[in-house]
């Protein structure tokens, strides 16, 4: 278990620096920006799935509008007690109708995907690096992380701070025992500490980027979206195992650091 809990932390540092390189990669793909247009607005199509409708089904039964309750919902982490606690409370408030930001911003991103031009046979590397970048932001708003809103009720109810226990669950993977067991020890690694990087010079990331699998893996920009998605929301990581493209990729990086832990 100590080895699997290593793994995971290790896994989040490998996958931020493999998406720096893979970044560098595909930007010099000048099918990029077509292909990154696409996946996001596949991303823009989950957007609307991720509504728990049990929940949603409570709230109208309760009497709240549709749209007031996907967005209480939303706010509160798929908690029904607190999305309705935040029904009640602004009941009469206008601007409880107001989209949130993410909803407006990936409408933005929908229309940018179907709706731009295709880049211009004159554009020059910069303007399609800028224009990725852009896109990547755009991919990296949706995949904020989201915590499991139970781990987030039971933790609360133990007494800890809400902000305290959504970075407890970031750091341990949505994982509540290890997220009590972080907020009641030494807090390591920090939430800041997951968002550095590996050692790009260590003898794992060399090894990493030597396997060919890899290789190949990080010029297809569905493995970049894929270490986006596992890196803020590490439950997706299954989905990504057993996909026929993402999958020989994560299991080498997977087999390469079992290989060199043991040595």
């Known amino acids: 278990l100590a080895l699997l809990l290593q793994f995971q932390t290790e896994l989040r540092k490998i996958l931020v620096s493999l998406i720096e390189v893979a970044q560098k990669l595909l930007a010099l793909n000048p099918d990029a920006v077509e292909l990154f247009k696409k996946a996001n607005a596949m991303l823009d199509e989950d957007e609307e799935d991720r509504v728990d409708e049990l929940a949603l089904r409570k709230l109208t039964e309760m009497g709240f509008p549709e749209s007031r309750a996907v967005?209480?919902?939303r706010l509160n982490h798929?908690?029904?007690?607190q999305a309705m606690e935040w029904l009640i409370e602004?009941?009469?408030d206008p601007a409880a109708d107001t989209p949130l930001p993410n909803e407006n911003a990936s409408e933005v991103a929908g229309a940018s995907a179907s709706g731009d031009p295709k880049p211009s046979q004159g554009a020059t590397a910069e303007d399609l690096k800028d224009e990725l970048t852009e896109i990547f932001k755009k991919i990296r708003?949706?995949?904020?992380f989201r915590p499991d809103p139970r781990a987030v009720i039971a933790l609360m109810e133990m007494g800890f701070d809400e902000k305290?226990?959504?970075d407890a669950l970031r750091v341990n993977n949505n994982q509540q025992d290890a997220a009590?067991?972080?907020l009641l020890g030494d807090k390591k690694p920090s939430p800041e500490d997951l968002d550095k990087g590996i050692d790009t010079s260590s003898p794992l990331f060399q090894a990493i980027l030597d396997n060919p699998v890899v290789q190949l893996g990080l010029t297809n920009p569905k493995t970049l979206l894929a270490f986006e998605d596992m890196l803020e929301n590490p439950l997706n990581s299954t989905q990504w195992?057993?996909?026929p493209e993402t999958g020989p990729v994560m299991l080498q990086i997977s087999r390469i650091f079992q290989t060199l832990n043991r040595t």
Do not use: G, P, Q, Y
């Open 90 to 92: 602004h009941a009469d």
């Open 71 to 73: 967005k209480a919902l």
């Open 78 to 81: 798929m908690s029904v007690t």
């Open 180 to 182: 009590c067991e972080w």
């Open 164 to 166: 305290e226990v959504i």
């Open 241 to 243: 195992m057993n996909d």
């Open 141 to 144: 708003r949706k995949r904020e």
